[in-house]
């Protein structure tokens, strides 16, 4: 699983800087988060207004399912900032 490799890593050298991203296909509620949020990565994109936090729109409907998570380390380095490419310009 993710999480434990993600938790391994950290062990083994506590000065790694991790960082997991891309299509999740699962919301920022989502258990696979919440496993990944307890091995000690963050969602960068709760650092964003509530507004802003969605990567997809499928039938009108905006979600989050694209994720980059980052350990503590990289924290205070890593920022994000949405592209809504097929967003903005809703029919």
Known sequence: MLADFVRRLAEADPE??????????????????????????????????????????FERVAEDLDHVLVNDVLRGFASLDIVHANAEFLA
């Open 16 to 57: 790694v800087g991790i960082a997991v991203l891309g299509d999740f296909n699962d919301g920022g509620e989502s258990e696979t988060l919440a496993l990944l949020a307890e091995a000690g990565l963050a969602d960068l994109a709760l650092t964003l207004p509530p507004e802003e936090r969605y990567s997809y729109v």
